[in-house]
Nanobody, 122 residues
Framework: QVELVESGGGLVQTGASLRLSCAAS????????MAWFRQAPGKERDLIAA????????YYADAVKGRFAIFRDNVDNMLYLQMNKMEPQDTAVYYC???????????????WGQGTQVTVSS
């Protein structure tokens, strides 16, 4: 199993940028597809971005496409989410997740971090 720890959340203004980080340990990081999910109070946890094990493909939900970018460093076992032009609707707890098999842009993810809070003020 792989342990995932998110960091980088906080309070930002509308239009600002923020970068989230996810540190992975305890598994073969370079073999995992990785993803970022987010969950607002009272709502389902939604997939917002995903990336293949070798960064050959990416997926973005329509709500963040063109504003967010997912990327990874397989040497340092790190996953990142660059968030630009942030909006109040982006306010949520953000989670990183990993899966070892199956399509990277849909289906169940197996391993999860604890989450980091992102709040965007209007």
């Amino acid at each position: 199993q792989v342990e995932l720890v998110e960091s980088g959340g906080g309070l930002v203004q509308t239009g600002a940028s923020l970068r989230l980080s996810c540190a992975a340990s305890g598994g073969t990081f370079s073999r995992y597809s990785m993803a970022w999910f987010r969950q607002a109070p009272g709502k389902e946890r939604d997939l917002i971005a995903a990336i293949t094990s070798g960064s050959s493909g990416t997926y973005y939900a329509d709500a963040v496409k063109g504003r967010f970018a997912i990327f990874r460093d397989n040497v340092d076992n790190m996953l990142y989410l660059q968030m630009n032009k942030m909006e109040p609707q982006d306010t949520a707890v953000y989670y990183c997740a990993a899966k070892n098999s199956g399509a990277f842009y849909f289906g169940a993810y197996d391993f999860w971090g604890q989450g980091t809070q992102v709040t965007v003020s209007s």
